[in-house]
């Protein structure tokens, strides 16, 4: 079984829900979560980084503010380079998460920026995987899956209310759905990373 690893920081909630969702979406395809919460920037970090280094995969999440990730999640990135010394997560599964209240809000300037967080770890992204809805604009309802159109990582959008009512059904599954995928790909990246260990020594 592999261990998908779900690092997040969330400000009011909503990224949060999010997160539990991807935990979700992890179990579906029967592997193990391990839900990650980034508390603040004062805090110890190196029990999550522990946590990230013995994952087989990562799914990072955070809010977008200001048009990029949040400052606590960039505060815990920074902190990550005591694995990038050691190289801990080089070839590592990673995929990404983020949430604003705007449609666009510049997501994906976060989406990019957890993407290069791994990649400056030497770890292979996951895109989203899922399309978006081949409808007009008007017919995107909050049921609609990846329903603002990203790519790159999972980019939803919640409504100034509760984290209980958003974001909406369609975000919420979209966020299951990239926990699933993640999940599935570990287990085939584990099985290759086996058979290539395997015709290795045979040679």
Request: hydrophobic share 45%.
């Given at each position: 079984m592999?261990?998908?690893?779900?690092?997040?920081?969330?400000?009011?909630?909503?990224?949060?829900?999010?997160?539990?969702?991807?935990?979700?979406?992890?179990?579906?395809?029967?592997?193990?979560?391990?839900?990650?919460?980034?508390?603040?920037?004062?805090?110890?970090?190196?029990?999550?980084?522990?946590?990230?280094?013995?994952?087989?995969?990562?799914?990072?999440?955070?809010?977008?503010?200001?048009?990029?990730?949040?400052?606590?999640?960039?505060?815990?990135?920074?902190?990550?380079?005591?694995?990038?010394?050691?190289?801990?997560?080089?070839?590592?599964?990673?995929?990404?998460?983020?949430?604003?209240?705007?449609?666009a809000g510049d997501k994906l300037h976060a989406l990019n920026s957890l993407a290069i967080l791994a990649a400056q770890h030497g770890m292979n992204w996951v895109s989203l995987g899922v399309p978006a809805p081949a409808v007009t604009a008007a017919e995107r309802g909050p049921d609609s899956l990846n329903r603002v159109g990203a790519f790159l990582g999972l980019a939803a959008q919640s409504d100034n209310a509760s984290p209980e009512i958003t974001p909406p059904a369609g975000d919420r599954e979209t966020a299951r759905l990239l926990g699933e995928r993640v999940a599935k790909a570990a287990v085939r990246w584990a099985v290759g990373a086996s058979a290539a260990a395997d015709l290795g020594k045979a040679a």
């Open positions: 592999t261990t998908v690893a779900i690092p997040y920081h969330s400000g009011y909630g909503h990224t949060e829900v999010l997160a539990q969702k991807v935990a979700e979406g992890v179990r579906d395809a029967g592997q193990t979560p391990v839900l990650l919460k980034i508390e603040n920037a004062a805090q110890d970090f190196a029990p999550l980084i522990e946590e990230i280094t013995k994952a087989d995969a990562v799914i990072f999440g955070a809010p977008t503010y200001m048009g990029d990730v949040s400052g606590v999640f960039k505060v815990f990135a920074d902190a990550t380079a005591s694995a990038w010394f050691t190289g801990a997560w080089k070839d590592k599964l990673a995929a990404g998460f983020t949430n604003s209240h705007s449609f």
